[in-house]
């Protein structure tokens, strides 16, 4: 009898640990465990630390694009899949005037904020604005406005 009196204290003690343990891993943040959190569009991130022109690019794409999701209300990774139906995310809520205009601020403000931070000189930051600006511009807004 007495074997059973020890087995149930040890039982008991292992019962209040592991309760205990959960009870902390729910303190520290356990319940949101694997919930994505998405970075305000609207503030500034930490920047991208790549080097060279590609570097400087993806910069550019990156603030570009959190200009458009600032200016839509939505989070960049939100916009991103609205720019690609077949992903099966929440069909787009903006017509194409709208999401041109955001996309052409996003992309205006990226290259002058680049152009700023010396990622490039004055006279690629204007091509890039004008040239890439453009054929990028039309080819997100033909792939979120096709479905």
Do not use: N
């Not at 570097?55 to 720019?83: K, N, P, W």
């Not at 903006?94 to 002058?112: L, N, P």
């Amino acid at each position: 009898m007495r074997r059973f009196g020890q087995a149930r204290v040890i039982l008991a003690g292992l019962l209040g640990v592991a309760v205990l343990l959960l009870v902390v891993e729910f303190a520290l943040g356990a319940s949101s465990y694997g919930s994505p959190r998405f970075a305000d569009p609207c503030s500034g991130r930490p920047s991208f630390t790549g080097g060279g022109i590609d570097g400087a690019v993806q910069r550019v794409a990156l603030d570009a694009l959190d200009g458009a999701a600032c200016r839509l209300h939505t989070t960049r990774e939100d916009l991103v899949l609205s720019f690609a139906p077949a992903t099966g995310a929440k069909p787009i809520k903006w017509d194409k005037a709208t999401i041109r205009a955001a996309v052409t601020a996003g992309f205006h403000r990226a290259v002058h904020d680049a152009e700023a931070r010396g990622g490039f000189d004055s006279i690629a930051a204007v091509i890039i604005d004008r040239l890439a600006g453009e054929s990028l511009v039309d080819w997100l807004v033909k792939q979120a406005t096709s479905a």
